[in-house]
């Protein structure tokens, strides 16, 4: 089976922009979830997409939005791009609604904010 | 809100050793446990998980328990090797299913 897939894999933007990361989970899977890793903050939860419902969402301001498609995909934007958005944003994927699956990380995406 | 902490921070081993590695939470009320590895600028992997349940699961070299009333984990990994250099991470599951609160990591240098 594939493994978690994210596009694009490097990005760099500058201040004011915004930007949308793609994420494809592995095949049956129907939760994909986001995180944004930091060196100073760590791991910190983004959101939880299933079944194309935000079922929960983490502490981050309404300018991180994501959606996740029929297929499952999912995409996160994030507007007016700040400096302290660079980081590594991860999604996870796993199969079941509840918590007893592993979930899958992909390679993350490193977006660079000048 | 729970909170995960990972000592130590960094830790450096000749190769050969066993190690151990610590994870504790302060919230209990756990569903799981996962440990993972992440190589320096990639994702990450997922090493071990296990249930609230359970009391350890183990794989190849790593061993890892579990002990929630007291609200630590640890991950035992035996003769160590230079391709075990990485970052480990833990995190719980708790509250929200698919919400994981990882911990800051141990990065783990083995020296050949």
């Known amino acids: 089976k594939a493994g978690v897939t994210q596009t694009p894999r490097y990005l760099i933007k500058t201040r004011g922009q915004q930007v949308t990361l793609s994420c494809s989970p592995i095949s049956g899977h129907r939760s994909v979830s986001w995180y944004q890793q930091t060196p100073g903050q760590g791991l910190q939860f983004l959101f939880e997409y299933f079944s194309e419902t935000q079922r929960n969402k983490g502490n981050f301001p309404g300018r991180f939005s994501g959606r996740q498609f029929s297929n499952s995909r999912s995409e996160m934007n994030v507007s007016t791009l700040e400096l302290g958005d660079s980081a590594l944003y991860l999604c996870?994927?796993?199969?079941?609604?509840?918590?007893?699956?592993?979930?899958?990380f992909g390679p993350g995406t490193r977006l660079l904010v000048l | 809100k729970q909170e995960v902490t990972q000592i130590p921070a960094a830790l450096s081993v000749p190769e050969g050793e066993n190690l151990v590695l610590n994870c504790s939470f302060t919230?209990?009320?756990?569903?799981?446990l996962q440990w993972f590895r992440q190589d320096p600028g990639k994702g990450l992997t997922s090493l071990l998980l296990i249930q609230s349940s359970q009391r350890e699961q183990t794989s190849g070299r790593l061993n890892a328990s579990l002990d929630k009333s007291s609200g630590r984990s640890t991950l035992y990994i035996a003769a160590s090797q230079p391709g075990d250099s990485a970052t480990y991470l833990c995190?719980?599951?708790?509250?929200?299913?698919?919400?994981?609160?990882f911990g800051s990591g141990t990065q783990l240098t083995v020296l050949p």
């Open positions: 996870a994927s796993s199969s079941l609604a509840g918590s007893r699956e592993t979930q899958y």
């Open positions: 919230d209990s009320a756990i569903y799981n």
């Open positions: 995190a719980t599951s708790s509250g929200s299913a698919r919400q994981l609160t």
